[in-house]
C-alpha cells in the first residue's frame, strides 16, 4: 500500500529530471527524440507527489520492449501501456516511487495534451495554486487511497485540461524542458 503523500516544491526536482533524461538517453539513443519534464514536480511553487513524471518522445513505441532489459537494469519496472493506447509506462521505486516515464511515439495526441496542460500551469500562476491546494486537501482525506487521490483530481484535470487546450492553440508552443 502506496501512502499518497504532496510535498511542497523542491529546488532538486529538475536536477532529477535532467539527470534520469541523461540515462534514458544513454538507453535509448537515436531512438529517443525529446524528453519533457512534467507533472506538478515540473511546476515551481506548487505542491506535488515527490516523483518526477518525464514525457519521452520516440521514433517507434513498437521498439520500446527491446529497451525493457536496460531499463530494468536502471531500476524501472515496464508496464506495456498501462491503460493508455500508444503509451509505455515505467516506473522505478516501486512502493517508494521516484519516476515515471511515460513514452509515446512522436505526433501521439498526448504529447500535446501534457505540455499544454504544464505549461498552462506555469504560465496561469491562480490555476496553479489552486491545483496545489487540491492536492494538499486530497493528501489529506486520502492518505492510503491513491484511487481517491487520482479520483479526486479528475474534474479538475478536465477542466484544466480544456482551458489548456484552447490556450495552447492561440498562445503557439512555448515547451521548455527540452532535452535533445
Not at 516501486?94 to 498552462?120: C, K, N, V, W
Amino acid at each position: 500500500m502506496r501512502k499518497v503523500e504532496v510535498v511542497p516544491y523542491k529546488k532538486e526536482w529538475p536536477k532529477l529530471f535532467h539527470d534520469e533524461c541523461q540515462k534514458l538517453q544513454d538507453i535509448f539513443g537515436p531512438e529517443m527524440m525529446n524528453s519533457y519534464h512534467i507533472g506538478s514536480t515540473s511546476i515551481p511553487a506548487i505542491h506535488a507527489k515527490p516523483i518526477i513524471d518525464i514525457l519521452a518522445v520516440v521514433k517507434d513505441v513498437e521498439c520500446v520492449a527491446d529497451f525493457n532489459k536496460e531499463m530494468e537494469g536502471i531500476g524501472y519496472d515496464a508496464m506495456g501501456e498501462n491503460g493508455m493506447a500508444g503509451r509505455r509506462f515505467f516506473r522505478k521505486g516501486g512502493d517508494e516511487r521516484t519516476h515515471h516515464i511515460h513514452m509515446f511515439q512522436e505526433g501521439h495526441e498526448e504529447i500535446s495534451r501534457h505540455l499544454a496542460f504544464r505549461d498552462y500551469l506555469l504560465s496561469h500562476p491562480d490555476e496553479a495554486q489552486k491545483y496545489s491546494r487540491l492536492k494538499q486537501c486530497l493528501a489529506a482525506e486520502f492518505p492510503m487511497d491513491i484511487k481517491g487521490y487520482v479520483n479526486g483530481k479528475n474534474d479538475f484535470i478536465k477542466k484544466v485540461d480544456e482551458k489548456a487546450k484552447h490556450w495552447a492553440a492561440n498562445e503557439g508552443d512555448h515547451h521548455v524542458d527540452e532535452v535533445d
